[in-house]
């Protein structure tokens, strides 16, 4: 029927440069044979790009797929082919599994890689790319399927032996049985859609009174996003971390860990910084930890790279969900294991067993991540599309940036605010922190509110800075609060620097905004 359905569609296909790889080259000690000539990415921004340089390096030619809001958007412009998929609203581009299935057949793309988000775990997509030929580079539809639900996901980790927070398996719907779950549980207790992801819909309950209201506004919510109000409990972890283990699975029977991650640092639980490794972690702890996401991944028939996610209390862990693709955070493994995850999922993919052993996985130094966003921090962190009217990002040592913007580039109000990942690496946390420091003072972003400021504010936390961190940690905090005091003191230095340099108050807005202002950014705007 699919493919019925392809046959009227029309696409508008821009061709640009069209290398033909040989389909036999030469990699490190080893020649390939039967590797893809070209691959589609199915998504867009800084992981279209990421994915598109591994490509590069693997000699694959690449076909980007863009909506009309991303006409001019660099991810379209760095590959080989691309193709127009629809509308800016992402339900009617790159939601659209006929149009994407389509441009890959128009194309010849032998494989479509779904990046992060979007259809990237979607069973149907995955089964569609199957269906028409193509290979899905990811996990088998069937591995999705099974973590696809966090209902489903919790009771095959419990039949594998995989430790899991105590809770319930079944959905539930109705307020009296929830409540006697409450109670056996003990409060407080967190409400999840099962269908859900991202922190969406999840409410924290502290009491039975609290227990009804945060029932219907949760099933509310699911229904909304998920179209499935099915809500289940688990008991809350009161100073929990949120660690995961990068995994990679190949289809020859090899699973290992790579490294593990801290991901504490989040607002309305998604996640705003993450480091590798976690302050927490010994080798014995990783160990643990790692083998058990090994023993998680085979319990499902997993292949490809993927991420396993637990909290971590007192000592204690739990399975938390698995991430069933390539993770924002994913670069932080890279710098400090040397493993380039997305070659590993395209040599994957393509039927090659993986290029290391568990004994090679070495952590070497510390890398953190800044989820740099168009985003309004003393507002609530609302999303701030618009036109970039200056922008330069930082360099030197220890420094990666994964972007997909440009001076002039018009963030459009349809997707995620992500502008970039920021990566710093050191050779341990310290030197790491420094950097970053340093990267953030660097970091020019005009035209547009950024949370840079937020991400200042938290590296000087003295908290932070000792690695006692939850995922509390910006409430307990009062990290916004210590925003605006940031914010005041980027004003007063960029001031300082323009009178130096005797500019006029024209120049000191921009000067001011140069080295990363808010309050003066703002008055720039005002002016313009």
Not at 190 to 213: F, N
Request: hydrophobic share 40%.
């Amino acid at each position: 029927m699919l493919c019925l359905l392809l046959s009227h569609i029309t696409l508008d296909h821009t061709s640009r440069i069209t290398p033909v790889p040989p389909k036999r080259f030469y990699l490190g000690s080893v020649f390939l044979q039967g590797m893809f000539n070209k691959i589609l990415i199915a998504n867009r921004g800084e992981i279209a790009i990421r994915v598109m340089r591994a490509c590069r390096e693997l000699g694959i030619s690449t076909v980007a797929v863009y909506s009309e809001a991303d006409k001019n958007a660099l991810f379209a412009k760095y590959a080989d082919e691309a193709v127009f998929i629809g509308p800016a609203p992402s339900r009617q581009s790159y939601l659209r599994i006929d149009n994407i299935i389509k441009a890959a057949l128009e194309t010849g793309a032998q494989a479509i890689h779904p990046g992060y988000g979007f259809l990237s775990e979607n069973t149907h997509f995955a089964s569609a790319c199957v269906e028409n030929g193509i290979v899905f580079i990811g996990p088998p539809s069937s591995a999705i399927d099974a973590m696809g639900s966090k209902i489903t996901a919790r009771q095959t980790m419990k039949d594998a032996g995989v430790p899991i927070v105590p809770g319930i398996e079944e959905g539930i719907t109705d307020p009296d049985i929830a409540a006697e779950i409450a109670e056996r549980i003990g409060y407080p207790i967190i409400l999840k859609p099962a269908a859900g992801g991202g922190g969406i819909g999840m409410k924290i309950v502290q009491s039975r009174e609290e227990l009804l209201p945060a029932l219907i506004s949760s099933q509310s919510v699911a229904r909304s996003a998920f179209g499935d109000d099915t809500i289940y409990i688990e008991k809350y972890l009161t100073e929990p971390r949120h660690i995961e283990f990068q995994i990679l699975a190949d289809n020859h029977g090899k699973t290992i860990y790579v490294s593990d991650r801290e991901c504490s640092i989040q607002r309305r639980h998604q996640k705003l910084i993450e480091e590798s490794p976690s302050p927490v972690m010994t080798e014995e702890l990783r160990e643990r930890m790692g083998s058990i996401a090994v023993k998680a991944a085979k319990a499902i028939g997993y292949s490809s790279a993927g991420t396993v996610e637990f909290m971590y209390s007192r000592g204690d862990f739990y399975f938390l969900e698995m991430n069933t693709r390539l993770q924002v955070e994913h670069p932080i493994t890279e710098m400090v294991t040397g493993v380039d995850l997305a070659k590993e999922q395209i040599m994957v993919a393509a039927g090659y067993p993986l290029g290391y052993d568990q004994c090679d996985m070495k952590i070497n130094g510390w890398a953190i991540e800044c989820r740099i966003n168009a985003e309004d921090p003393l507002n609530d962190f609302a999303p701030c599309p618009g036109k970039i009217k200056r922008y330069r990002s930082p360099g030197g040592p220890g420094i990666r940036v994964d972007s997909g913007v440009y001076t002039g580039y018009v963030i459009p109000p349809y997707y995620d605010s992500l502008i970039s990942k920021l990566v710093a690496h050191g050779k341990d946390r310290k030197e790491a922190i420094a950097r970053m420091e340093r990267a953030l003072f660097e970091y020019i972003i005009v035209g547009v509110k950024t949370n840079l400021i937020f991400h200042k504010a938290v590296l000087r936390n003295k908290r932070f800075r000792s690695g006692d961190i939850n995922t509390h940690f910006i409430k307990d905090e009062n990290i916004v609060e210590a925003v605006k005091i940031v914010a005041v003191e980027d004003y007063e230095k960029g001031m300082s620097l323009a009178s130096a340099l005797g500019a006029d108050n024209r120049q000191i807005a921009a000067i001011s905004a140069a080295v990363g202002s808010y309050l003066s950014q703002n008055r720039a705007e005002e002016k313009s």
